[in-house]
């Protein structure tokens, strides 16, 4: 015959693991984000560095245009 309306009780140690346990899990919830978020950041930064990379190119080859310009005016 099962026991009913048995009062249990939590010893301070078990409630302690269970804070613990909680604490841990969303500790562990936090550091999985702020890995994402830095991972993200750091894709983010790769991708900038690439367009700057991309934009410099840009202007060079922009230079150049100006200058051919400028030297084939010189030569008319």
């Known amino acids: 015959i099962p ?3 048995r009062r249990v009780r939590i010893t301070k140690s078990k ?6 346990d ?3 899990d969303e ?3 936090i550091l ?3 890995t ?7 894709q983010r930064l790769s991708l900038r560095k690439c367009q700057l ?3 410099e190119r840009e202007i060079k080859l922009e230079r150049k245009r100006i200058e051919l310009m400028k030297l084939k005016k010189n030569l008319i």
């Open 27 to 29: 500790d562990q919830g």
């Open 53 to 55: 990379s991309i934009e």
């Open 22 to 24: 909680f604490t841990q």
């Open 15 to 20: 409630k302690f693991e269970a804070v613990t």
């Open 36 to 42: 994402d978020f830095m991972q993200d950041k750091d």
């Open 32 to 34: 999985e984000e702020l």
């Open 3 to 5: 026991i009913r309306n």
